[in-house]
């Protein structure tokens, strides 16, 4: 008998895993840090055009987005399918976007309010007209930095 | 019975589930993003005390329509040739040696007809209400393009280095402050060598 038990004593010992949970924590608390949850969802198409000289925006609280677009398609019903604005998380014309801004720029800190950017973030199939529009609003206020937002890559992919 | 030492360990094994579900949450949200495009400056609303009176030779007049084609120079052109058209313009430097605007280190045609100089050159671009914006930035992706172009020949001119590479680092925030104020210098100098001038003229509705 005894010689059986020895054989049950020397099978394989199951793996430890106690220190999985630390390793799948550390990777948990790693994409926690790094997670930007969005702070608000697009109502609009956003397929941004593509160019190559580009440059950084650097930081994010110095930011106000500004989204451009057709509806998406739960909305195309109510809105149509004419390009909109979206601020925040409305849908917008073009003489609410000095408002907008100069809500967005009260709420931020004092020394930042000369140093703000607003960033487009449009659609690449919008036209024109509305762009005008806002940039026009846009010198109203005096917000005259603007950063067309766009994907790196071949500007005349959007040609197509 | 009596115990034996340490009291019962708790299970733990399915700690390692419930922290795989959160991270694959978590991983399933993250969008690790920097925003990144063309940055502009647009001009201030109110008109300049002063008006200017800029020679015609002076702009260059980029007109898009409705169907996305090119106006530039008062000739129908293809967007993939704007970026050199722009660059011969900016760098023609037509005023002549010895005038207070010549150009020491321009090396275009030097045109009478064309720009004087690059800090008198100004590239005026004009576009539709129907024109899709995708097209706009194109446009505009070129114009910067060709003045980035050109400030790069002068950076490696002047300190062997890019100028876009000098002004990324210069704007990145993890630049020791030293490297900054050196790097200031340096960019503003070749910025001033060819100022950006693009005016944008407000949109036409036919």
């Known amino acids: 008998m005894s010689k059986f038990n020895k054989k049950k004593d020397a099978a394989l010992p199951a793996v430890n895993t106690a220190s999985l949970p630390d390793i799948v924590f550390m990777l948990l608390f790693f994409f926690m840090t790094v997670t930007v949850m969005k702070d608000s ?24 987005y500004i989204y451009v677009g057709k509806p998406t398609r739960e909305y195309e019903k109510v809105f149509g399918t004419e390009s909109k604005i979206q601020l925040n998380d409305k849908f917008a014309s073009a ?11 009260a709420k931020k800190p004092q020394e930042l309010q000369n140093v703000l950017t607003t960033a487009l973030k449009v659609d690449k199939n919008a036209n024109m007209g509305i762009i005008s529009d806002i940039k026009q609003e846009l010198r109203k206020v005096n917000a005259l930095k603007v950063n067309y937002t766009t994907y790196e890559g071949d500007a005349f992919r959007n040609l197509q | 019975m009596p115990k034996r030492g ?67 120079d008062e000739e129908l052109t293809n967007i993939k040739d704007l970026r050199a058209k722009a660059i011969a313009f900016l760098d023609n ?23 004087d100089s690059p800090a008198k050159a100004i590239i005026s671009l004009k576009n539709d209400r129907e024109t899709k914006y995708g097209t706009y930035i194109t446009v505009q992706n070129e114009l910067v393009g060709a003045y980035n172009d050109l400030r790069n020949r002068e ?52």
Do not use: H
């Not at chain 1, 003489?95 to 720029?105: K, Q």
């Not at chain 2, 900054?180 to 001038?197: A, M, Y």
């Open chain 1, 41 to 64: 969802t697009l109502k609009v198409e956003n397929v941004l055009p593509n160019a190559t000289e580009i440059k950084k925006l650097e930081k994010k609280d110095r930011v106000i």
């Open chain 1, 95 to 105: 003489s609410d976007v000095g408002d907008y801004i100069l809500m967005e720029r």
């Open chain 2, 6 to 72: 340490a009291p019962p360990e708790v299970n733990a094994g399915s700690m390692a589930d419930i922290a795989f579900l959160l991270l694959i949450f978590f991983l399933v949200t993250t969008t690790i993003e920097t925003d990144a495009g063309l940055d502009r400056m647009l001009p201030p609303i109110e008109p300049p005390d002063t008006d200017v009176i800029i020679k015609q030779k002076n702009i260059f007049q980029v007109s898009i329509n409705r169907d996305g084609q090119l106006l530039a």
């Open chain 2, 93 to 115: 430097g037509g005023a002549p040696s010895g005038s207070a605007d010549y150009c020491s280190y321009c090396k275009g045609k030097r045109d009478a007809s064309s720009s």
């Open chain 2, 155 to 206: 950076a490696q001119r002047l300190f062997k280095k890019d100028f876009t590479d000098m002004e990324a680092e210069y704007l990145n925030p993890e630049t020791p402050d030293n490297v900054r104020e050196e790097l200031k210098e340096k960019v503003k100098r070749v910025q001033d060598l060819f100022p950006q001038k693009l005016s944008e003229a407000e949109t036409s509705s036919n």
